[in-house]
């Protein structure tokens, strides 16, 4: 028998393990879940008025770094039980909605989508406010921009 023989146990756990570390993100996704107070000051075309709104704003949000250099967010903000009253009419008004974003980059390439749906429900009909915005944008490894979309549309009902 030589003088080194090998374990095949042994390297076999030691190559699993080994190969097993590499493909593992560089660092586990970071999430964040908390509320936070805001204050939105809001005109309001439908109704003619200002409103001002209150309330907690939900927000989860997580980051990845990846083995390449790259990272991942990812990102989501809700309004929870935000309301307020028209500066002009006193009536009371609802925001709610959702917004939702999502970003794959190293310096270069870079690629991220926005969605937004924001709503301002007043009482009685015609005074609610609908906000919808849905953007992308792509860089490619040279620095170019790729692919730009922003389609926003902004309704009163």
């Known amino acids: ?12 756990l030691v190559v699993v393990l080994v190969v097993g570390v590499a493909t593992l993100p560089m660092q586990a996704a970071v999430t964040t ?6 204050t ?34 990812l990102g989501h903000f809700q309004p929870q039980g935000i309301s307020g009253l028209g500066q002009t009419t ?20 870079f690629e991220t989508s926005f969605v937004n749906n924001f709503k301002i429900i007043g009482q009685g009909p015609g005074n609610n406010l609908l906000i919808h915005e ?17 389609n926003t549309s902004v309704e009163c009902r």
Request: glycine fraction near 8%; aromatic fraction near 6%.
């Open 1 to 12: 028998m030589p003088k080194h023989s090998i374990n095949w146990t042994v390297l076999t």
């Open 33 to 38: 879940n908390t509320s936070i107070p805001i």
């Open 40 to 73: 939105l000051f809001v005109d309001i075309p439908c109704a003619g008025e200002l409103v001002v709104l209150n309330g907690p704003l939900h927000i989860l949000s997580s980051v990845t770094f990846d083995r390449a250099g790259g990272f991942h967010m």
């Open 90 to 109: 006193g009536a009371k008004y609802q925001a709610t909605g959702e917004t939702e974003f999502q970003t794959n980059a190293k310096a270069v390439p």
């Open 134 to 150: 849905n953007m992308h944008l792509t860089v490619n490894a040279n620095g170019t921009v790729t692919a730009v979309i922003d």
